[in-house]
């Protein structure tokens, strides 16, 4: 007897026997047990869930000659015929192949053919999303009003590409991802049946990999049951391609030390084993995804029991800010690396980047975020307790620290509301720092020159560059639109410290450098002058919550 593929052979043979679906089940036997048959259904979900498995035997089920109950008997000629692909009344479709408009009307015309005495003619259309907008056009009318005791069962993928006009017409059931117990449980199955011995650490990383589809699973199962003896997990690496967990942990291992050498040694390592670059990747983004679930949740990470401990530990040493800087970098790198010639190259790279951006690449601002937060919290908790508000003018030479005090005792200290003092920006820059924007403006010429004096390179990135505001001694440097190139090498930390250094040394004051675009600026500028209004607010509205005598306005 040929062989027969185990997805071809375990396939279900009626309701009882699906794995994972039972909402849908559930719903097509009652409908059989009413005998309230729709004239078309449709069922959608991920590929490998059993859609074409229900279309036959849900046809098996209204032609069956001894129905036993409502599963088919499966051993009838009707039951017989439809699971050899040869019954009369049941016709498969693949609208891949036939999506034009000629076939739906040669299709129209077959349903005018009515099916044997009691019996139904079924017609499932799979990948009907595949049909062109003219053949679902002329499929509608049929759907609309079909003949009697014929029924369509369409199955697709993407069901988004299905128009609304066949939405409406039929009854949709979507059919879900087979959560992995189940599908270890049923390839446990098949192992005891055919009496050969698959690791439990094994079955449960194809079911993983299998990404919720019996079918997938099985079938890399049929691949792994032709090496010979035990089939343990490295066995099952092996015939997908994969690098494993256990390397995707040291590669991590790597990365948290910052060694350049080491993590592109790795990469070779696994490339010379055969391993796609693109594929190496692939995995190490699944394995920091559970990183970053177990950060955000606690909750034990998916990976092979001998790796719990281990990715727990990694976990706790890298943090959520560096894992979500490294997945954003893994991301945006994926997209371009499908179309990189040299997929090699394009690997080390990102590897290199994933150490340098954490390494020496310049600090995001949510630390900056987090602790004014923090200080708004604090604020805000002195009000709700009735505590009289001092707010304190910032210095330049402290920026972003904000000082809020109360007296000890209010009832005790004279009341008087001392001169209060806007705190605007340029004010404070040409009142204590003696530097305006006019000022730096004017001797801009000078700086870029004494920046070429240390490095040539780096001046020819800042020329294309003009300073066009100051705010706390933070100066705007703003590019034109197209040279972002320029503003991403004035961002880097040797040549920004460069820049920032002579800019203290002409002017005498740490000015801190804001690189943008100008879409950018465009954007980011009235932000600013509304937070700076909103800071003029603040006395206000204190003074209307509490009274003008509460109120102590200071200039540190």
């Avoid at 098949?190 to 079955?203: F, G, M, Y």
């Avoid at 990999?209 to 049929?222: P, V, Y």
């Avoid at 948290?256 to 040694?265: E, H, K």
């Avoid at 980047?353 to 200080?375: A, C, K």
Wanted: aromatic share 6%; net charge negative.
């Amino acid at each position: 007897m040929a062989y027969l593929a185990l997805y071809r052979e375990w396939r279900p043979k009626n309701f009882s026997e699906m794995v994972g679906q039972e909402h849908v089940t559930k719903t097509l036997t009652n409908a059989l047990k009413q005998e309230k048959i729709a004239h078309a259904y449709l069922f959608s979900g991920p590929r490998g869930t059993g859609k074409t498995t229900a279309a036959k035997v849900l046809a098996k089920a209204l032609n069956c000659e001894n129905p036993g109950g409502v599963e088919p008997c499966n051993q009838c000629s009707s039951c017989l015929s439809i699971d050899q692909g040869n019954a009369m009344e049941v016709l498969e479709i693949d609208a891949a192949s036939n999506r034009g408009i000629d076939e739906i009307r040669e299709l129209r015309e077959n349903v005018r053919l009515s099916a044997g005495e009691g019996k139904y003619k079924v017609y499932i259309i799979d990948e009907v999303h595949m049909l062109t907008t003219e053949a679902f056009n002329a499929l509608l009318k049929t759907l609309e009003e079909p003949p009697k005791r014929v029924v369509f069962i369409l199955a697709t993928t993407e069901v988004q590409k299905i128009p609304l006009t066949i939405l409406s017409r039929v009854q949709r059931f979507e059919f879900h991802r087979i959560p992995l117990e189940q599908i270890e449980t049923r390839l446990q199955e098949v192992c005891q049946s055919i009496d050969r011995t698959v690791l439990p650490e094994a079955l449960k990383i194809i079911a993983q990999k299998s990404e919720g589809g019996l079918r997938d699973a099985l079938s890399i199962l049929d691949q792994c049951l032709l090496l010979d003896g035990d089939i343990g997990v490295e066995h099952v690496y092996q015939v997908l391609g994969m690098v494993g967990e256990e390397y995707s942990a040291q590669l991590l291992d790597i990365l948290l030390t910052r060694d350049y050498a080491q993590a592109l040694g790795l990469l070779t390592e696994g490339i010379n084993q055969g391993r796609d670059p693109r594929q190496i990747l692939k995995e190490f983004m699944e394995y920091l995804r559970q990183v970053l679930l177990y950060v955000s949740t606690h909750r034990v990470p998916f990976v092979a029991p001998q790796l719990k401990e281990k990715i727990v530990e990694q976990s706790e040493q890298a943090g959520m800010r560096l894992v979500l800087q490294w997945i954003s970098i893994l991301l945006h790198g994926e997209s371009q690396l499908k179309y990189a010639s040299n997929a090699r190259l394009a690997t080390e790279m990102l590897l290199v980047q994933m150490i340098y951006d954490t390494q020496e690449g310049t600090p995001s601002g949510s630390e900056e975020l987090g602790r004014r937060l923090t200080l708004l919290e604090q604020e805000v908790r002195k009000l709700a307790s009735g505590q009289p508000l001092q707010v304190t003018q910032v210095n330049p030479q402290q920026q972003g620290q904000i000082s809020t005090k109360s007296p000890r005792n209010p009832s005790e200290e004279k009341r008087k509301v001392e001169p209060k003092v806007i705190a605007k920006a340029q004010s404070v820059e040409r009142g204590q720092s003696g530097v305006s924007l006019e000022l730096i403006q004017n001797k801009w010429p000078e700086v870029l020159d004494h920046v070429r004096k240390y490095k040539k390179s780096t001046h020819a990135f800042l020329m294309e560059g003009k300073p066009l505001d100051l705010k706390e001694l933070k100066l705007f440097i703003i590019f034109k639109e197209g040279l972002s190139f320029h503003r991403d090498k004035v961002d880097q930390t040797e040549n920004r410290e460069t820049i920032e250094k002579v800019l203290q040394e002409f002017f005498g004051v740490p000015l801190h450098l804001q690189n943008m675009m100008e879409s950018e600026w465009e954007k980011f500028k009235p932000e600013i002058d509304q937070e700076e209004e909103e800071s003029n607010l603040v006395v206000k509205k204190a003074e209307d919550i509490f009274g003008a005598d509460l109120v102590i306005v200071k200039q540190d």
